[in-house]
């Protein structure tokens, strides 16, 4: 089971399964960044992640979203924690699914998860199980043609979900918010470029002021710590994921050498890059 669930791409085009707490909390030592679109439903259980440089919690009958170019990392997933997946790999969404501009509805803007009801979520459970069914059968019943069109209806299907369960979908977003959206996803385009407030602020045409107690406001973290945030990320899926020198990856963040990268990471981890690369 642990072989199935990709840390990066899916080896094939599409990939349907079920994964237990036990095995997913293998997954918490390190963040990654996925290649692949990912659809999980928590069957049973809770859990604690982080998508790109936002902290959630999940919980039972909950639906989660992670498009491709995601940052990934499991905090904690309990126990008795029950999980359906199905992965499409980056070259299914490339050359068969939507375009990601078109697949980039009002859910993932405000969040990349949407509670079902009970109702819902049986229907979710037997729509997986016959998925699955149709895959493993002899012959089987679907292939990539046809996932096409399955992929579609699950997507349009999660944004009914969305609009039906989530009140604040169809409301007016209030300008604080669509700050702290619009900021959030420069950060995630920008982090290994942009490392200070002001990029952002004259990007969104405000003042660092206006845009650092907005951003405080709307998520009760400072424009700063997103930024750290990010690129911290970004720096322990290399220099877990990958074999390249610590300097190259210092390079990739934006920093002019490698001491300044070594001194920003164990400032904010307590640990020097290399250090953390071999733990």
């Not at 944004?159 to 420069?186: C, G, M, V, W």
């Amino acid at each position: 089971m642990q072989n199935e669930i990709p840390l990066i791409d899916c080896p094939i085009d599409y990939l349907f399964g079920e994964a237990s707490g036990k095995v997913l909390n293998e997954y918490g030592r390190f963040p990654c960044k996925i290649l692949c679109g990912v659809y999980a439903f928590i069957v049973k259980g809770n859990a604690r992640a982080t998508i790109n440089i936002t902290q959630y919690e999940f919980r039972e009958n909950d639906l989660v979203y992670l498009s491709p170019g995601s940052f990934f990392m499991v905090h904690e997933f309990s126990e008795d924690a029950r999980v359906q997946y199905l992965v499409l790999s980056s070259s299914f969404m490339e050359k068969n699914a939507f375009s990601l501009r078109r697949s980039r509805t009002m859910h993932q803007e405000s969040s990349p998860i949407v509670h079902v009801t009970e109702e819902q979520a049986t229907v979710i459970q037997q729509f997986s199980t016959l998925l699955e069914s149709a895959v493993n059968c002899t012959p089987s019943m679907l292939n990539t043609e046809r996932m096409v069109h399955v992929y579609n209806l699950i997507h349009l299907v999660f944004t009914d979900y969305f609009i039906a369960n989530n009140h604040t979908a169809t409301q007016p977003i209030d300008r604080k918010t669509e700050i702290y959206h619009e900021y959030s996803d420069l950060v995630m385009k920008h982090y290994h470029e942009w490392h200070h407030v002001s990029d952002y602020a004259d990007a969104l045409r405000i003042t660092v002021p206006h845009l650092c107690s907005t951003i405080k406001q709307a998520s009760g973290r400072t424009a700063g710590d997103l930024i750290v945030d990010a690129i911290l990320t970004d720096a322990k899926a290399q220099l877990k994921l990958s074999m390249l020198p610590i300097k190259e990856i210092a390079s990739s963040l934006g920093f002019e050498n490698v001491a300044f990268f070594n001194r920003f990471f164990k400032t904010h981890e307590g640990i020097t890059p290399k250090n953390y690369r071999n733990s």
